[in-house]
């Protein structure tokens, strides 16, 4: 086979019976490099993917061959169906889908003999729940010696609080990462405007993951790994921690300033329009001056309580309002246009239909990706956020497509995969087991 | 676990040369993290993060730097003039032993290297070369600088954190980038997966490849729901305090427990956590109308009443009592409560130590060790990721990298005694 025809993930085998977002992260970004990626879900409501379930949804009107060229729309969805989620469609792009009643003991014994043919399995059910059906990682292995075992929870399964519900934004309080954002106290933390330990756990997953497949693939050796939500939000608490060793400070909180270095003004500034920002770093004497120019107001900078960055530190909330009073008159992306002709490092604070319609970056770089799907058609979905020269990623993996339907590779699988005749996948969806 | 299934020495057998600023550091740690060997070449006056603080003990000393010491770990350093005529023939020597190279920083600031490592992998077929730069190798804001601020702008997560507009719908406080560093930590992950697959590839074919991260765009596959609402409803979400970014606002509910700390305490309309719940109040000896027919009526019929109700018992429960108890007492009972910590909080906290989250790394200047967080996930026992060693000092390891490359101490000697390296061995 020619090399350029090569996915990194070629022949790799992931049972995924994630669900919501963490889990589903880590198995999107190995079905971007080629990984077979079989999303294993509950056939009925109470104990499907949550995310099928709850808005946003897709306009009622998109159809098959249809898609966002239709139009968006806003939607409550159409009762009683599983296909139409549009977080869903995103987050599993690239998977196949089969439906498989675990509660059921035909059910578990259908997913161990899938287990026996793959090289990873990945869950993030609550902490307790895989031994409850008895597929936990010793009893995996000893089906599948070389399995590597993902579980992902909020604490992590292994110590004191490893059978403790949690939420993304639960692990993100207890870590830390909450309470660090914000404006300084006396104000609440500001906290995060979504759940970021959603994310970065997936992500890690994915990076251990395939350390691991290189393992197996060389060694024949498994493993299990325990991924911790809240253990990850640590490990993203910046320097705090060390600061608070070093110095006995407890860990506050600065807005958007910048307490690490000289470079003031540092933060969002109000422009033209309602709710419109810009972000300014100013990271030297010169940008401070380049900034007072562009702003039609040279004197600044020559002014006592602005001349250096420790004067203007300590004068920071009237430096603020001076500038805001010049900003709020100018447009937000003239303003960063200007800005960064004189090398100054700005940012529109940019909203999605800045990023998706707008941002001349994304388009030019092809950042969002059209995919299909079969029941609601071709909507963007995020791409992966480099560029490799010889194995590029896929975010539509080996079906080339969004996000599977409830189901949809019932067929592909029961029948192609495990060899299952017609009449036994007619009578697994009498039982209702698929 | 057996020993052999830890992942922390999997990457033994890579070395990985990084040359370049702040937004690189993050993802060599991660390769270090499992066992890669990371080799930090820097200019002779350090590398940018070493500016950099908090610092430990001198201000603004590039060794005091707590940046460069938390995204330091397991590296070793060397001092290289990266602008000396010669640095190109030592660079390409020191490649011959080298895995992934990883320049990370603004386009036109690491040009010149990118160039320079193009022609060394040009003869060097299976080295894979990784640029980490604010927008990527191309396109219109190519040369654009960019700060942790600004990225976290652009790409979209600070336009969904800050705090609640009036209740005319203005905002009076801006959006709020979450502290600290965090586009390099989004792009710093890419990256390594990125660089994990083309390891993969490699393991394949034989062949090496380069990788251009964006963290422009890293950023920007980290925002969650803002864009599929905006993709398929056209509607766009608004920052609250301290809750998800919303198209319809939804009330803010913050306990606060007898000892002062805020608790994400929240009871989602679920059975299973009405349930949970109801046993909670119960043992807290909280007189209740959940179990009520009336109350039952007023769910079905409204909602949001009941979930002012909900939210009025957990304030009665949270604030008569110790943060640490009404988690332990919750979370005993299957609710997913949290107090909102400081993250120092978590350094004395049983569950944690019982993981080994923390790695104890020696600092010898300080006569302490400290205790920096060193893994995501356990193996069951041990952690996945290992931590051994402090950030190294400037030019710490020249002389050993070196020597190793194959160069004679005499060659060595002669290159400090010219200034061309800096040996701090």
Partial sequence: ?434 | MSAEQNLSASLRQVTVIEIGDQSGDYCAMMLAGLGAKVIKIEPLEGAPSRKLGPFATVDRDPESSLFFWRYGLNKKSLALDLDHQESGAILTRLAAHADIVLLSGQYLAIRRQLELWRGIAADRPRLILCTITPFGLDGPYRDFTATDLTHLALGGIMAMCGYDAGKDGHYDTPPIAPAMWHSYHIAGEYASIAIMAALHFRDLTGEGQSIDLSINEAVNTCTELSMPIYIHNGEVVRRQTARHAFVNPSPLRLPTSSDGVRMLAAVSPFPREIKSFVRLADECGIEHQLTSAEFAQTEKQNPAAAADYRAELVERIVSSRPAQQSFLRAQHHGLPWAPIRRPEENLEDPHFISRHTFASIDHPELARELSYPGTVASDGAEPHMRYTRRAPRLGGHTHQILLEAGFTPAEVEDLSARKIILDRS
């Avoid at chain 1, 070629?10 to 999107?28: A, E």
């Avoid at chain 1, 977080?87 to 690239?94: H, I, K, M």
């Avoid at chain 1, 060793?245 to 033209?272: D, L």
């Avoid at chain 1, 562009?294 to 500038?323: M, V, Y």
């Fill in chain 1, 1 to 434: 086979m020619h090399s350029d025809k090569v996915r990194p993930l070629r022949g790799t085998r992931v049972i995924d019976l994630t669900w919501v977002q963490v889990g589903p992260q880590t198995t999107r970004l190995l079905a971007t490099f080629g990984a077979e990626i079989i999303r294993v879900e509950c056939p009925y409501p109470n104990g499907m993917d949550v995310v099928r379930q709850v808005p946003p949804f897709t306009p009622n009107h998109a159809t098959p061959d249809g898609g966002r060229i239709q139009g968006a729309a806003p939607s409550t969805g159409i009762p009683g169906n599983y296909n139409r989620s549009a977080l869903f469609n995103n987050t599993n792009a690239g998977k196949y889908g089969i439906t498989l009643d675990l509660n059921h003991p035909k059910g578990r014994e259908l997913l161990k003999r899938l287990v026996t043919t793959a090289n990873v399995l990945s869950e993030n059910f609550s902490p307790d729940q895989m031994r409850k059906w008895n597929l936990t990682y010793e009893e995996i292995r000893q089906i599948n010696p070389q399995i590597i075992y993902l579980q992902t929870t909020g604490m992590g399964k292994a110590g004191v609080y490893g059978n403790f519900a949690s939420y993304g934004p639960t692990a993100q309080a207890l870590s830390g990462l909450t309470f660090m954002s914000g404006l300084p106290e006396q104000s609440l933390p500001a906290g995060w405007g979504f759940s970021y330990l959603d994310h970065s756990p997936g992500y890690f997953g994915a990076f251990l993951l395939m350390a691991a497949l290189r393992r197996q693939r060389d060694e024949k050796i498994g493993c299990y790994i325990d991924m911790s939500q809240a253990e990850t939000g640590l490990m993203l608490s910046g320097t705090s921690l060390l600061e608070f060793q070093i110095s006995g400070r407890p860990t506050t909180r600065y807005g958007n300033r910048m307490p690490y270095a000289e470079w003031v003004p540092h933060g969002a500034f109000r422009c033209k329009g309602e709710d419109n920002w810009i972000a300014i770093s100013i990271q030297s004497e010169i940008e401070w001056r380049l900034l007072c120019e562009e702003l039609g107001s040279p004197e600044w900078s020559r002014a006592g309580k602005f001349a250096t960055a420790a004067s203007r530190r300590d004068n920071q909330d009237e430096l603020e309002t001076l500038l805001t009073s010049r900003t709020v008159e100018l447009d937000r992306f003239d303003l960063m246009h200007r800005l960064q002709l004189r090398g100054i490092a700005a940012g529109v604070v940019q909203k999605a239909p800045d990023r998706l319609d707008l941002d001349p970056q994304l388009k030019a770089r092809g950042f969002y990706v059209d995919l299909p799907s079969s029941e609601i058609g071709t909507w963007p979905v995020d791409g992966f956020p480099a560029r490799l020269s010889r194995s590029p990623a896929k975010v539509g993996g080996l079906p080339g497509r969004a996000a599977p339907k409830l189901g949809e590779d019932n067929q592909k699988i029961y029948r192609d995969l495990l060899g299952l005749s017609d009449a036994e996948i007619s009578a697994l969806r009498e039982e209702k087991i698929i």
